[in-house]
């Protein structure tokens, strides 16, 4: 099954910067074969139902290893069967798409 989500991912402890922590998050995003998007709050990914479990398993695991004695997963799932997810642009993309054609309008 292929899903479209967005995880937040947050350290608990006491280190106040999540800087090292996220950035380790990045790069096994980065390595993963799931397409995403990072923003201030979360990322947004869209990939394999399998592949996207592995994924978050495996941030979550580099954040304790890290040194967080604790850590919480925001995690947002949605799949569909109208429309195929592989194929389809992400959602942000969309939208800047649509607003270029209107400014030539």
């Known amino acids: 099954m292929y899903v479209s989500g ?3 991912i947050v ?3 006491p280190d106040v ?3 090292k922590y996220i950035a380790k998050v ?7 074969d799931l397409q995403h998007t ?3 709050s979360g990322t947004n990914f869209q990939g394999d139902y399998a592949l996207v479990t592995r994924v978050v398993e495996e941030c979550m695991q580099s954040v304790m290893d890290n040194g ?9 799932l949605g799949a569909r069967t ?3 997810y592989a194929k389809e642009l992400p959602a942000a993309e969309k939208v800047k798409n649509y607003l270029d054609n209107q400014q030539g309008c």
């Open 6 to 8: 967005e995880i937040q």
């Open 26 to 32: 990045k790069s096994i995003l980065d390595a993963s």
């Open 38 to 40: 990072m923003h201030d």
């Open 11 to 13: 350290p608990i402890g």
């Open 68 to 76: 967080a004695p604790r850590v919480l997963c925001y995690l947002k």
């Open 17 to 19: 910067s999540f800087t």
């Open 82 to 84: 109208d429309k195929d």
